[in-house]
C-alpha cells in the first residue's frame, strides 16, 4: 500500500515558498534545513521548537542556491550560491562568499548551482547547470559540469555536457555513487575509486520513464539512500516520490498534494520521517501571491511530513573552511 500525504501533512503549516529544495536533516541538534532557489533563501526549523524558523537571505536578487550542506560548526552551513561557495551563519544571519567556480566568462552570466552531496571524505560534489534567465530564453543546454572540491578547494571535473545535474548518494563505502540525469529522465550509478578519483563502470540504475510511461517528462530531482540501501527519489511534474529498492525494483510511489516535487530526506527524532520540498506551480510568477493559508488545489510550495519507517543516512558533514 503507498503512502499518500494530504494538506495534513504540510509541515511546518505556516510556511510556504516559491521553490523549495535541498531539504538536509542535522541529525546533531534535531534541525531540518532547506533552501528556496528562486528567492535565495536558507531555512532552519527546529523540530524541539517550531517557533525557532530562522532565515538567511541574499541581498542580490540576482542570486541564487542550489544546495546546503552540513559544516563542522552547527550554526554555519555550506552554501552552493550561483556563482561558488559561500558560508551562512545563523548566528551572525550572514551569507558570505569565499570561494568562485572556475567558470569562462561567458560560464559566470550562463550558469548556476544545482544539487549536490559532500562524499564520505568531506569532498563537495555540485552540479552546475543553465540559470534561470538563460534557460528561460534558451532551454537548459548541455554546458553543465560536475564539479568535486576537497577542503582545501581544488577543483576536479568529474562529469561535462550535463543538462540537470540532480540528486546524488553515496553508498555506506563510498565505492559506489548515484548520480541523476534529470533531463535523460535516468538515476545513474558509477563505481567510484577515491585513490585515483576516478568514476567508472556508468550503469542506468533506473530510468523514470519506465515507472511512468504515461508521463511526458518524468524528471528525478532530488534524492535520499535509506540505511537499507532503498532509493527516495522526488519526480518533478508526477506527483510523486519514487521508492525504489538497492536492485532498482519498484517498492511504491508516495503520492504528494503537489505537482513539482523536489527534493526528499529522512530524518527526525527516530530518523524515519520522510521531509518532502515542492515548487509552486507559479514560481516563475513574480506577482503572484505565495500563500501558507491556501491548502485547496495544488499544494506547490509547502514542505510535507510522512512517517516512512526506514532510517536514512546521516548526512556527511563538510571537511572545508567554517570562517571566513
Known amino acids: 500500500m503507498s503512502l499518500i500525504a494530504t494538506e495534513r501533512n504540510i509541515f511546518p503549516q505556516s ?91 561567458s560560464e559566470k552570466t550562463r550558469l548556476r548551482s544545482n544539487d549536490g552531496i559532500i562524499d564520505p571524505w568531506g569532498n563537495l560534489w555540485i552540479g552546475v547547470m543553465t540559470d534561470f534567465p ?54 545513474y550509478k558509477f563505481n567510484y575509486d577515491h585513490e585515483t578519483n576516478k568514476l567508472n563502470n556508468k550503469t542506468a540504475f533506473i530510468e523514470t520513464k519506465h515507472f511512468y510511461p504515461n508521463e511526458n517528462d518524468p524528471e528525478p530531482d532530488g534524492l535520499v539512500r535509506a540505511v537499507n540501501g532503498d532509493i527516495y527519489s522526488a519526480v518533478f511534474s508526477t506527483s510523486t516520490i519514487l521508492h525504489v529498492n538497492e ?3 519498484l517498492v511504491e510511489k508516495i503520492q504528494i498534494p503537489a505537482k513539482r516535487c523536489t527534493c526528499v530526506t529522512i530524518g527526525g527524532s527516530d530518523d ?42 546521516k548526512k556527511n558533514i563538510w571537511g572545508g573552511k567554517v570562517d571566513i
Not at 67 to 88: H, N, Q, Y
Not at 161 to 185: H, R, V
Not at 280 to 307: E, S, T, W
Open 134 to 187: 538563460v534557460s528561460a530564453q534558451e532551454g537548459v543546454q548541455g554546458e553543465g559540469k560536475l564539479y568535486r572540491i576537497t577542503p582545501d578547494l581544488k577543483v576536479d571535473v568529474m562529469l561535462e555536457n550535463t543538462k540537470i545535474s540532480n540528486g546524488m548518494a553515496f553508498n555506506d563505502d563510498g565505492s559506489e555513487i548515484y548520480w541523476t540525469d534529470s533531463l535523460n529522465f535516468t538515476i
Open 272 to 313: 524515519d520521517d520522510l521531509f518532502v520540498t515542492t515548487g509552486h506551480l507559479r514560481l516563475d510568477d513574480f506577482d503572484a501571491k505565495i500563500d501558507a493559508d491556501d491548502v485547496f488545489g495544488d499544494l506547490g510550495g509547502f514542505l510535507f511530513k510522512l512517517k516512512v519507517g526506514l532510517k536514512g543516512q
Open 247 to 249: 536492485k532498482g525494483e
Open 15 to 105: 510556511y510556504r515558498g516559491r521553490l523549495t529544495e535541498g531539504v538536509t536533516y542535522d541529525y546533531r541538534n534535531n534541525n531540518l534545513l532547506w533552501i528556496d532557489i528562486i528567492q535565495g533563501e536558507v531555512h532552519r526549523l527546529s523540530l524541539n521548537d517550531l517557533n525557532q524558523h530562522e532565515v538567511l537571505k541574499w541581498p542580490d536578487p540576482k542570486e541564487s542556491i542550489g544546495f546546503i550542506a552540513l559544516t563542522k560548526k552547527e550554526d554555519v552551513v555550506l552554501v552552493a550560491a550561483k556563482s561558488g561557495l559561500a558560508l551562512g551563519d545563523f548566528k551572525k544571519g550572514t551569507l558570505e562568499y569565499f570561494f568562485e567556480y572556475p567558470f569562462s566568462e
